[in-house]
């Protein structure tokens, strides 16, 4: 079975951390430039952080520099996101997806690219 699994979402405290996961089941993962994207109810999917297949290019939304930290290990075949300082309108769903690598970073997180696979998400709540 071909598919995409988050992890690490909880509920934390503003100003916490939390280490989101992204791995891949029944395909290689190195192959494809990867994304995370957050949806909250009512609102379009937005997209969060993206990082290249190859040469460690990443892409970060305004509302997350200097907080968020995307990574990969190809070792591992995982996509990581470390997530520090939270507030409270970061809360949402997270999903990883699998783009096609001849996209630009940008353009993966702004919609604008293929998208291969996508996961069911993996819930942030931020709050007091």
């Known amino acids: 079975q071909l598919q995409l699994v988050e992890s690490g979402g909880d509920l934390v405290q503003p100003g916490g951390s939390l280490r989101l996961s992204c791995a891949a089941s029944?395909?290689?993962?190195?192959?494809?430039?990867i994304g995370w994207f957050r949806q909250t109810p009512g609102k379009e999917r937005e997209g969060v952080s993206c990082?290249?297949?190859?040469?460690?290019?990443?892409y970060y939304a305004d509302s997350v520099k200097g907080r968020f930290t995307i990574s990969r290990d190809y070792a591992k075949s995982t996509v990581y996101l470390q997530l520090n300082n939270l507030k409270p309108e970061d809360t949402g769903r997270y999903f990883c997806?699998?783009?096609?690598?001849?996209?630009?970073?940008?353009?993966?997180?702004?919609?604008?690219?293929?998208?291969?696979?996508w996961g069911q998400g993996t819930q942030v709540t931020v709050s007091s």
């Open positions: 990082i290249s297949h190859s040469d460690g290019t990443t």
């Open positions: 997806t699998a783009a096609a690598p001849r996209f630009r970073v940008e353009e993966i997180c702004n919609m604008m690219g293929q998208y291969d696979y």
């Open positions: 029944g395909f290689p993962l190195n192959v494809y430039a």
